[in-house]
């Protein structure tokens, strides 16, 4: 599976922006997807995933009510909604696959990274 993420850019603290991410591949409807980032000089953390058939979804705490993931099975495509931004949101946004059953951890592909910036 590759991964192409896309969507980042500058926005102003309290606008949004819509991160999407395409997959190639017959077989990406079997995967878990998620999303992550990282920030300078932090480690790279968990946002937000989403089940094969988007039937569950986890989010990290600092995201919850404001970001919502998504995906389209049918495009081979995973979004996520990134609401009432802050400027700690300021990252690189990376998507991910993964064919196990936990939603935070193992996943095996990942895409490059899109920067988000948020001012304030």
């Known amino acids: 599976v590759q991964l192409q993420a896309s969507g980042g850019g500058l926005v102003q603290a309290g606008g949004y922006l819509r991160l999407s991410c395409a997959a190639s591949?017959?077989?990406?409807?079997?995967?878990?997807m998620g999303w992550f980032r990282q920030a300078p000089g932090k480690e790279r953390e968990f946002v937000a995933a989403i089940k094969w058939n988007g039937g569950s979804t986890d989010y990290a705490d600092s995201v919850k009510g404001r970001f919502t993931i998504s995906r389209d099975n049918a495009k081979n495509a995973v979004y996520l909604q990134m609401n009432s931004l802050k400027p700690e949101d300021t990252a690189v946004y990376y998507c991910?696959?993964?064919?196990?059953?936990?939603?935070?951890?193992?996943?095996?592909?990942w895409g490059q990274g899109t920067q988000v910036t948020v001012s304030s």
């Open positions: 591949g017959r077989t990406f409807s079997r995967y878990a």
């Open positions: 991910a696959a993964s064919r196990g059953l936990g939603l935070r951890a193992g996943y095996d592909y």
